[in-house]
């Protein structure tokens, strides 16, 4: 499994490199600055979690555990929920759509999955979690 996460990990990384450089050169003229401010965040977020995979991945050859699978999942639901969800508002926000003004409410779960994905990391370093074959 810790080669699926880094693989997953590399995509994501270098989408977030790609929206992070659309971000500072196209969506600055079309849309307002806290909206540019908003999508930023959505682009550093996905890119500091990108680590957090990466290191999920190479712990679980150290750790292999559960928890250190689970941590890599709520990365990876993490930055689809809540860098996924600025990217929306971001769409949403720039064409005036009002049909999905539930996505904000993704954001908070994002993070909250961001938090589960360091907990689970941490405790899965401390070898608590269960056995889980390599992969």
Known sequence: MHKGYIKTAAFLGALSVMLGAFAAHGLKSIAPEHIVASFETGTRYQFYHVFALSLSAILFKTYP??????????????????SGSLYIYTYKQIYSITSINW?????????????????????????????????
Request: charged share 10%; proline share 2%.
């Open 103 to 135: 996505i904000v409410f993704l954001t908070p779960v994002g993070g909250l999955l961001f938090i589960a994905g360091w907990l689970c990391l941490s405790l899965g370093i401390k070898g608590e979690g269960t056995d889980a074959k390599q992969g």
């Open 65 to 82: 555990n559960k928890l250190i699978l689970a941590s890599g999942i709520f990365f990876i639901l993490g930055i689809i929920f809540f």
